[in-house]
């Protein structure tokens, strides 16, 4: 009778055991690898300073943290800094595609749609890519659904906003500069080796460090060459 007892209880703990073991598996397998994209371009920091990579990281942290009962935890950030969305030429998004097709993340947080891209082609360019690895795509402030044809439908609105927006931004920017120009007030863009921008003039002035290599360099160059 004890023997018998004894194996049923050791038969107990052993599936209890093996039971723990699968938990475990199941739980380190729903773990999605989450990588953070952020990206603020140059006519946006001269607009809206307090829209900031850090601004849209902690966002998208919050998210995450809010999604951790899923499995939803950041393995890394990328950020392009100072980079605009009219294309996808950017460092940090180079990063992010390499590593979509070596398929070492599971989804792609963004702040909003169009720190991803402001272009509707581009964004499907991504959308192929990333439903060709399995990466699926999360912004911490919008809600859509690509499932389903109005999730689609949604998305596509919200980009062709985001195009508008973006085009009209230049646009303007280049009506403000065309019109500063007419009525004689200097552009120098910017500053070459040797000059510093001379901002309240809005002109340049030489730098005296660079100044002087310069000058070296004129001496060192040969007559023919001048």
């Known amino acids: 009778m004890l023997s018998q007892l004894r194996c049923e209880l050791e038969n107990t703990v052993q599936k209890a055991n093996t039971m723990g073991r699968k938990s475990t598996n199941n739980h380190q397998s729903t773990i999605k690898r989450a990588v953070f994209y952020g990206r603020v371009s140059t006519e946006e920091q001269a607009r809206r300073e307090h829209n900031s990579i850090e601004t849209q990281e902690n966002q998208a942290d919050?998210?995450?943290?809010?999604?951790q009962h899923?499995?939803?935890?950041?393995?890394h950030s990328i950020h392009d800094n100072g980079w605009s969305a009219k294309d996808l030429r950017r460092p940090g998004m180079k990063e992010l595609i390499a590593?979509?097709?070596?398929?070492?993340?599971?989804i792609v947080i963004v702040y909003k749609i169009d720190r991803l891209t402001r272009s509707i082609r581009d964004f499907y360019q991504l959308w192929e890519l990333f439903e060709a690895h399995g990466v699926e795509l999360v912004s911490a402030t919008e809600?859509?659904?690509t499932s389903t044809a109005m999730g689609?439908?949604?998305?596509?609105m919200m980009l062709t906003f985001a195009q508008f927006e973006r085009e009209l931004t230049s646009q303007r920017l280049r009506d403000k500069a065309a019109d500063e120009a007419r009525r004689g007030l200097k552009?120098?863009?910017?500053?070459?080796?040797?000059?510093e921008l001379d901002r309240a003039n809005r002109s340049m002035r030489p730098e005296p460090k660079e100044a002087a290599f310069v000058k070296l360099m004129f001496e060192l160059m040969p007559e023919s060459v001048r």
């Not at 899923?70 to 393995?75: W, Y």
């Not at 590593?99 to 599971?106: F, G, K, R, T």
């Not at 552009?187 to 000059?195: K, L």
């Open 99 to 106: 590593m979509v097709e070596a398929e070492e993340l599971d």
């Open 70 to 75: 899923a499995g939803l935890q950041k393995i």
């Open 143 to 145: 809600e859509f659904d």
């Open 152 to 156: 689609k439908a949604f998305l596509n």
């Open 62 to 67: 919050s998210y995450i943290q809010f999604k």
């Open 187 to 195: 552009h120098p863009g910017m500053a070459p080796y040797g000059y």
